[in-house]
């Protein structure tokens, strides 16, 4: 074996960890824009007067707001007489195919 034969057998792993790591990178910062987002949903709907639907309409900006980084944003928030908790579902982009890059985050505490 020819040490070329050797650089184009490796080249494409090189290329699937390179992917592989920037795919890690946005789903983590996908991460980081998800629980921005139900935190965001959390505070909104615990102020005093706040409905559900300010909680989940502060989430759905919060994550709208991200640069095209969430697509399929869900935001559920349930309150009662003495916690409010708030759920936020995206999606990452996906570099590699088959990954599942769906993030969820809950925020839950005192009204």
Do not use: F, H
């Amino acid at each position: 074996m020819t040490p070329s034969s050797m650089r184009c057998r490796s080249l494409p792993v090189l290329l699937l960890l390179i992917l592989g790591l920037v795919q890690g990178g946005l789903w983590y910062n996908g991460t980081n824009l998800v629980q921005a987002s139900a935190v965001n949903a959390y505070e909104s709907a615990r102020l005093y007067g706040a409905s559900t639907a300010d909680g989940v309409n502060a989430g759905t900006t919060a994550a709208e707001q991200s640069g095209g980084m969430l697509t399929d944003i869900v935001v559920t928030v349930t309150r009662n007489g003495t916690e409010v908790t708030a759920t936020v579902t995206a999606t990452t982009p996906a570099l590699l195919p088959g990954v599942n890059t769906s993030v969820t985050k809950t925020v839950t505490g005192p009204v």
